[in-house]
C-alpha cells in the first residue's frame, strides 16, 4: 500500500531532551515536507526536500533541522525541544504537483513538549 | 503570508443538503487542490484544478476556478454523516516551484444526520 509513515504517533517529552520523529514514504516521491498544524494557525512549513541531499527552510524552520540521506526517509529532529514546539506534526510527500498529483500525508505526530 | 483563505470557516448543514466553501488567494497560481481532514488524523488530497481549467468533478465533488477572481470553491453534493471534517484549500504559487504548496485555514464542516 501506497503510504507515508510517521513514527511514533504520540510523544510526550520534557524540555531540551532531542527527540526525532521519523517520517518514510514507499512511493519513490522526489518531494517530502514537514509541517506543523496549531489551533488557528492551519498548516505551517517546517522544512521540505526536493531529492536526497537537498533541503531548504520553510516558513517555521526555528529549533528544527532535518536530513535526506536517502530518497524514502525523512527525518524531523528537535536538538533542544521547547513547549511552543507542542504541535501536531505532518509528513508529506509527492511527485511533485505540476505533474498533476496531490500530496501523500502522514497520520501525523502530536508532540507534547512539558 | 500567501495562505488561501477559506470561507466560511464553519459550516453546518443536515445530512442530503449541498456543502460550499470558498477558497481565496492573492497572486497567480499554477494549480489549486483541495484537502480533507478527519480529526486529528492527516490530510487526504481530494482534488487538483490547474490554472487553466474552469472545473472538475469527482464523483459528488465538483470544484471551480475563476482566476480574474482569485477564487474557488468546492460543492460536496448529497452531503453524508461521514463528510463531517475540516477541508482546505491548498495553492501551488507561479514561480514556487512544482513542489510548494500554501495550505489556508480550513473549513469546518459538520454534517448532521
Known amino acids: 500500500e501506497a503510504q507515508v509513515t510517521q513514527n511514533p504517533r504520540y510523544l510526550i517529552t520534557v524540555t531540551g531532551k532531542k527527540l526525532t520523529v521519523t517520517c518514510s514514504q514507499n512511493m519513490n516521491h522526489e518531494y517530502m515536507s514537514w509541517y506543523r498544524q496549531d489551533p488557528g494557525l492551519g498548516l505551517r512549513q517546517i522544512y521540505y526536500s526536493m531529492n536526497v541531499e537537498v533541503t531548504d527552510k520553510g516558513d517555521v524552520p526555528e529549533g528544527y533541522k532535518v536530513s535526506r540521506k536517502e530518497k524514502r526517509n525523512f527525518p524531523l529532529i528537535l536538538e533542544s525541544p521547547s513547549p511552543n514546539q507542542t504541535s501536531l506534526y505532518f509528513c508529506?510527500?509527492?511527485?511533485?504537483?505540476?505533474?498533476?498529483?496531490?500530496?501523500?500525508f502522514g497520520s501525523g505526530t502530536r508532540l507534547t513538549v512539558v | 503570508s500567501q495562505q488561501g483563505e477559506e470561507d466560511p470557516q464553519a459550516l453546518s448543514i443536515q445530512e442530503g443538503e449541498n456543502a460550499t466553501m470558498n477558497c481565496s488567494y492573492k497572486?497567480?497560481?499554477?494549480?489549486l487542490q483541495w484537502y480533507r481532514q478527519n480529526s486529528g488524523r492527516g490530510l487526504v488530497h481530494l482534488i487538483l484544478i490547474r490554472s487553466n481549467e474552469r472545473e472538475k468533478h469527482s464523483g459528488r465533488l465538483r470544484v471551480t476556478l475563476d482566476t480574474s477572481k482569485k477564487s474557488s470553491s468546492l460543492l460536496i453534493t448529497a452531503s453524508r454523516a461521514a463528510d463531517t471534517a475540516s477541508y482546505f484549500c491548498a495553492i501551488s504559487y507561479s514561480g514556487a516551484g512544482s513542489y510548494q504548496l500554501t495550505f489556508g485555514k480550513g473549513t469546518k464542516l459538520s454534517v448532521i444526520p
Open positions: 497572486t497567480s497560481i499554477n494549480n
Open positions: 508529506a510527500s509527492s511527485y511533485g504537483t505540476s505533474s498533476g498529483y496531490g500530496y501523500t
